[in-house]
Structures are given as structure tokens and as C-alpha cells.
């Protein structure tokens, strides 16, 4: 069974059922997103298998949560090998220069029709 969600409408969702979920953006912007960057959403995943790495990342991107970012990274790697804390602080890094964390944080302004 396929059917379109919003939000709030999940009764009546089974196991095995397929769900399109509204789009989080307005259509125009999905439109504008996937010719500048060649997918239609403009939200982008990191990979849990990095488990420490994508939680101190997702902490430093908000303004209310970076200051949690350093601790965060502390307790995470507490009794580990410089190595280990290094490999995943590279990964945090790279993350958060990625192209796609980039433009997201700094949108360039386009000209208006």
C-alpha cells in the first residue's frame, strides 16, 4: 500500500507498507535544490556506522548544541587511542567541510527571476 503522509499521520501505518512523506521544503525549492545539486532533497545523512562522529557533527552544526560538541567528543572518546580519537575527529572534520554541509551552511545568493 502506497500513501502520502504528513507529520502528524501515521494511524493506520503496517509493517511492509510504503510511505511518501511530504516534502519538508516547498516544491519550488526541491526543484531549484536538484538542479544545483543534482538530487531532489536537500537533506543529507551521515552514515551511523560513524556512530560518535555523526552525533558530535550534528551537535556543532546548531548554534544551540555547539558548545556540547568538545564535551560531547570527550566523554564519547574517553579511554581510547590517540589514534581512535584522531581517526575520529578527521571524520567529524571532513564532515563538516563536505560540499554539502557547506552549501548548506552557506547558501550562495542566486539571482531572482
Known amino acids: 500500500m502506497v500513501r502520502s503522509l504528513g507529520a502528524s ?6 509493517v ?12 519550488h525549492q526541491l526543484a531549484y535544490h536538484e538542479e544545483v545539486h543534482g538530487r531532489p532533497c536537500p537533506r543529507v545523512e551521515m552514515d ?13 552544526l546548531q548554534p544551540q548544541t555547539a558548545g556540547l560538541a568538545c564535551e560531547a567528543l570527550s566523554i564519547a572518546c574517553e579511554g581510547e587511542s ?17 560540499p554539502a554541509v557547506t552549501d548548506w551552511l552557506h547558501p550562495k545568493a542566486e539571482p531572482h527571476g
Request: charged share 25%; net charge negative; hydrophobic share 45%.
Open 48 to 60: 551511523y556506522d560513524n556512530g560518535i562522529a555523526a552525533a558530535v557533527a550534528l551537535l556543532q
Open 9 to 14: 499521520d501515521m494511524e493506520g501505518v503496517k
Open 82 to 98: 590517540p589514534d581512535y580519537r584522531w581517526t575520529i575527529l578527521t571524520r567529524i572534520a571532513t564532515s563538516l567541510r563536505s
Open 16 to 27: 511492509g507498507d510504503i510511505l511518501e512523506l511530504d516534502a519538508c521544503v516547498p516544491r
